[in-house]
């Protein structure tokens, strides 16, 4: 892409350099077709066709540095926004980096309910959520603030219990840890800066986001092909929850006809066995690179 004079116009996106997040973020930024070069060597990386500019930093500093306008998207989690309140724009949830913060315990110890946090001290990275949380709830608990290692705590009796992110929760089985409450859903997601962007940058979060949304639809569609009688053809176009009605073409064969269509992910089981039932044969199946709506 040609530059322009104002090189302010290139937008600036943070992303984790190093953890959870990274990979599955510069996967999606691949799959919209950005060419960046090695990412993990430097804090700043400048994409070679796409005016976009990497900010290679750690999660935490991504909703401030969004915030005060020095990026001017950001991949995060929302648990990370949450916890430092800042002032963005969700543009999009994404469906990686999936967890949840929740309030754990020792397994059979005599925090059981929320009322039994009462005096008791709670170790998290989350300080601000977890007050927030004891203060609805009329609870009063101590927070202690540790940055890593939270589901040791109890252990090493720094505090009662902890409150930490949760994915799986093999994490907290295998320190004997009991999940008690969710405090938050989290998930990645794009946030953009409040602060006034100019005119190039807004038209460049456009076309972005057409690109982002383009690949996700596809990312969840299949592309479909199958021969079948062309008295089948009614009851296939109702089986189909297609996005537009199917592509139908004539076949050598006179009665047979070629139906193509895009069908969503996760009717793909059900639609195949209603399609075979009205005679559909030779059924194909293909990815799609992306979409444009
Ligand atoms: P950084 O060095 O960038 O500060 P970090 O150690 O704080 O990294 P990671 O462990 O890489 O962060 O987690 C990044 C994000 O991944 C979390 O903020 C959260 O949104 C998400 N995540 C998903 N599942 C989990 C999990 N089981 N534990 C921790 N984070 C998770
Ligand atoms: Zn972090």
Known sequence: MERTADSKTS????????????????????????????YKRNLMVECRNFDVELLLIRDDDIPE???????DLGFVGANVTAETGANVTVLRDLDYGVCRLSLAARKEGDIQTTEDFQGKTVATSYP???????????????IVTISGAVEIA??????????DLVSTGNTLKANGLQELDTILESETQLIQTNKTLSEGKKQ????FLQR????????????????????????????IPSLNSPTVMPLADNNMVAIHTVI?????WIVMEKLKKEGATGIVILPIESMIL
Request: charged content about 35%; glycine content about 6%; hydrophobic content about 35%.
């Open 154 to 163: 109890p252990r090493l009796e720094v505090a009662d219990a902890i409150c």
């Open 204 to 207: 460049l979060i456009d076309k």
């Open 65 to 71: 540095y969004v915030q005060d306008g020095v990026c």
């Open 212 to 239: 982002m949304d383009g690949h996700q639809q596809a990312e969840r569609s299949r592309y479909i092909m199958m021969n079948a009688p062309e008295s089948s053809v009614p009851k296939i176009k109702d089986i």
């Open 11 to 38: 937008l600036r996106i943070a992303i984790q350099k190093s953890g959870r997040l990274t990979d599955k973020t510069i996967e999606l930024l691949k799959g919209i077709g950005l060419r960046f070069d090695d």
């Open 264 to 268: 969503p992910i996760d009717e793909f």
């Open 128 to 142: 601000k959520l977890t007050r927030d949380y004891f203060e609805e709830n009329d609870v009063e608990a101590q």
